[in-house]
């Protein structure tokens, strides 16, 4: 039996829609690779967070308030 045989038997009309399979293969098994290494750097900062506690957050910087010096000076 030839290869072209063999793929008409498969329900393969042409190589052409091997090589496409086979890129779509690539495509979804990338695709299922980037979601699930997301899944593990979720599960890695929520165990870190729970074993070291949350990431601390910067302080926040004070707004100055503007005093009225005039007042102040007059009742001294």
Known sequence: MTEQQCL???GINSISQVV?????GAIFAMEYIEKVLE?????A?????ALLGPQTQPEAEPIPVPVDDL???RKC
Do not use: D, S, T
């Open 39 to 43: 899944k593990l750097k979720e599960w």
């Open 45 to 49: 900062r929520e165990l870190i967070e």
């Open 71 to 73: 007042q102040r000076r």
């Open 20 to 24: 496409v399979g086979v890129q779509q």
């Open 8 to 10: 008409f038997k498969l």
